[in-house]
């Protein structure tokens, strides 16, 4: 079972642009994660966000949850080629036993 | 520097082979969980651990068991590995059960 869901599944823009993604999810929640994957390597973790807080920053990373929408989006600013990845949402599965994940957005950021 | 370290990078095996995935981590972290990888699919949950000796199923336990034995490893088996186990493994551990999760650069398995 797959709680959240990114969207758009593939975004390209240039290095500088800023890069929006979003997830939603299908029941509540304690926390939302974003988690960070280069190609072929392992998830790294980017961010978390409690359900009772509304936004967050992290350096170029800002996140926001709207738990009455069932959603979070993650926007990188002032992207670089560094940035190219696929990021991917987690949250609970069910009564806080385990991480569920969506299946990611992949990201290409051109020079 | 914290870290989750499978035992392969990349996995050749025979149909119908018992392989083991080992994980270790060196957090002292209590939660550990085994991810296989598929292009289109995400990451899916096969099987995760609270405790030594404790194991839970996740959404796609056919086909595989887990070991835990001690805190810092963790263990998948893939009984009589099939084609259709082909994927990418990825192991993690967390403090909490849903917190911040250290992932392993994965294991690669290809089973012909």
């Known amino acids: 079972s797959q709680q959240g869901e990114e969207d758009p599944q593939a975004l390209s823009i240039q290095e500088g642009e800023n890069a929006t993604m979003n997830c939603s999810y299908k029941?509540?929640?304690?926390?939302l994660q974003w988690y960070r994957q280069n190609s072929g390597r392992g998830l790294v973790h980017l961010i978390l966000?409690?359900?009772?807080?509304r936004e967050k920053h992290s350096g170029r990373l800002r996140v926001t949850l709207d738990t009455s929408k069932k959603s979070s989006s993650l926007l990188i600013t002032a992207s670089r080629a560094a940035d190219t990845a696929s990021y991917f949402c987690?949250?609970?599965?069910?009564?806080?036993?385990?991480?569920?994940f969506g299946k990611g957005t992949t990201l290409s950021v051109s020079s | 520097d914290v870290k989750v370290t499978q035992s392969s990078r990349y996995l050749v095996k025979r149909t119908g082979e018992k392989v083991f995935l080992e994980c270790v981590q060196d957090?002292?972290?209590?939660?550990m969980f085994w991810y296989r990888q598929d292009p289109g699919l995400g990451l899916r949950l096969i099987y995760f651990?609270?405790?030594?000796?404790?194991?839970e199923k996740g959404d796609i336990p056919e086909g595989y068991s887990v070991s835990r034995e001690k805190k810092e490893r963790f263990s998948l088996i893939l009984e009589s590995a099939s084609t259709n186990q082909t994927s990418m493994y990825l192991c993690?551990?967390?403090?909490?059960?849903?917190?911040?999760?250290?992932f392993g650069q994965g294991t690669r398995l290809t089973v012909v």
């Open positions: 966000i409690r359900s009772n807080e």
């Open positions: 651990s609270y405790d030594v000796k404790m194991k």
């Open positions: 987690a949250t609970d599965r069910k009564a806080g036993t385990a991480l569920i």
């Open positions: 993690a551990s967390s403090f909490s059960p849903t917190g911040e999760a250290f």
């Open positions: 029941t509540s929640i304690n926390n």
């Open positions: 957090m002292d972290h209590e939660n």
